[in-house]
């Protein structure tokens, strides 16, 4: 089915928004990293107590000054308003640098333990940091250049001993590891765009829901008041009929006694009778307004360019899948461009609800309801047939332009819906009419164009 909108406009994410978001999280994360190493670093001592209890003073005093170091930086970042940056490349560069000179400098046996305990370190700093992967491989070729500055200053054995102790396998783990940012960098600020996308989207949405809610609420209470005209005026024309009944009888009483009376005394005031009724019934007319623009005076419009055969064929389907209506037949050529009409989408929806309320209302049972569209003389015709079964659609779609409604054949397919679809038709420049034919009932919507 045609859509109402046509093609979606895309969501714009401004760059502005979209950064500063991306620094939201790239700042969330290297917090967690900043806190984790504070709180969680010294407890490495216990390590140091374990495998190197000779010089383990002074492994955790030296890393109680890296967590002090990294405290600072932290801190005065936070009181200069800026992101964490600087202390989050603080904590890789003291963490790579104190490794570098740990694992030179514990025994030949316990070297592996501590390239293990760094090399976890690394990866775990990878898992979690959100920042451009180029900075993990950085700060690895740094290491590189660290490990190999301590190799040569405190460590003795060979290369390849020094490699197969726990060198190769910290080496090997963190270069891996840079890895992990390449994939997570992309991800994160994919869904953040996604993210923002969605938020944008749900605002809009919302924002269409409270006008949708506002102008239903317009709607419904131009819609009551219209049916409430509709109902006094029913309520007004069932009063005017019984006294124009009440006139026409005594009118006819008067005229008859004339016929039987020779009396011109008699004659005369039958003749004054007459006379008072028919002044009666002209008082009576002055009660009828000239026209019924009052009615609708209280409906605003929004006017724009609608596509009449996509909003009915999206009434239809709501009709069908929302209240379990029988399936309306369309017998339009679907490769024909239809032009577009002035109109009030809103009210032009409402119009159309209330059509087909009013065609599975009075049509009988098994009727086929079949829609229509027509282009004559500048004008756009919409035609609703509810047909009986076996009568062929084609045959009757054209009887509405000659047929003549009658009075008993209006009351057989008529609500009050369709007096106020009329009365919108009418405020839109357009015209609703209906037409009882020989076998079935017709309803036609007409807009210029």
């Known amino acids: 089915m045609p859509t109402r909108t046509g093609t979606p406009a895309a969501i714009y994410v401004s760059d502005a928004v979209y950064e500063k978001q991306l620094t939201k999280k790239s700042t969330y994360y290297a917090n967690i990293i900043i806190w984790t190493v504070i709180f969680l670093y010294p407890l490495l001592g216990i390590l140091d107590y374990i495998y ?28 200069l308003g800026k992101p964490p940056y600087s202390a989050l490349h603080t904590t890789c560069l003291l963490v790579s640098l104190n490794a570098s000179i740990v694992c030179n400098i514990v025994p030949f046996d316990i070297a592996p333990i501590f390239f293990m305990v760094f090399a976890s370190l690394s990866m775990l700093f990878n898992l979690a940091v959100f920042w451009h992967p180029a900075n993990s491989f950085g700060h690895f070729f740094l290491t ?38 390449v994939a997570r960098y992309s991800i994160i600020r994919k869904n953040t765009l996604n993210d923002l996308r969605v938020k944008n989207t749900t605002a809009k949405l919302n924002l269409l829901h409270e006008e949708l809610v506002d102008k239903n609420e317009q709607v419904e209470i131009s819609n009551s008041r219209l049916t409430n005209l509709v109902m006094q005026q029913d309520s007004f024309m069932a009063f005017v009929r ?67 055969l996509a909003s009915t064929q999206a009434v239809a389907s709501c009709m069908v899948d929302g209240f379990g209506y029988p399936d309306i037949n369309f017998s339009i050529d679907p490769q024909k461009k239809w032009p577009m009409v002035q109109l009030d989408q809103l009210y032009t929806d409402q119009i159309l609800f209330n059509l087909f309320a009013n065609c599975f209302k009075f049509r009988h049972k098994n009727d086929l309801i079949d829609c229509r569209m027509k282009e ?74």
């Open 52 to 79: 190197a209890y000779p010089i383990y003073q002074t492994l955790f005093l030296t890393k109680i000054i890296i967590v002090m170091l990294i405290y600072a930086v932290y801190d005065i970042s936070v009181r």
């Open 144 to 181: 590189l250049i660290f490990l190999a500055v301590g190799y040569h200053l405190f460590n003795a054995v060979s290369v390849e001993t020094y490699i197969t102790q726990g060198a190769g396998l910290f080496i090997i783990t963190f270069f891996f590891s840079c890895f992990i940012p």
């Open 242 to 308: 019984k006294d124009i009944l009440s006139f026409i009888g005594s009118i006819n009483l008067s005229a008859n006694a004339m016929r039987d009376f020779t009396n011109e005394h008699q004659n005369l005031r039958h003749i004054e009778t007459i006379n008072e009724n028919i002044l009666r019934l002209e008082q009576l007319a002055e009660l009828f307004p000239d026209d019924h623009s009052d009615l609708s005076s209280d409906i605003v419009l929004s006017l724009k360019k609608v596509d009449l």
């Open 376 to 449: 004559i003389n500048s004008k756009l015709y919409l035609i609703i047939n509810c047909i009986p079964p076996g009568m062929e659609a084609d045959r009757v779609v054209n009887e509405w332009e000659s047929a003549v409604p009658t009075a008993q054949s209006l009351q057989q397919g008529l609500g009050p819906g369709f007096y106020v679809a009329r009365l919108l038709a009418e405020k839109m420049g357009g015209e609703l009419v209906y037409h009882k034919c020989q076998a079935h009932i017709c309803y036609v919507l007409s807009f210029n164009l």
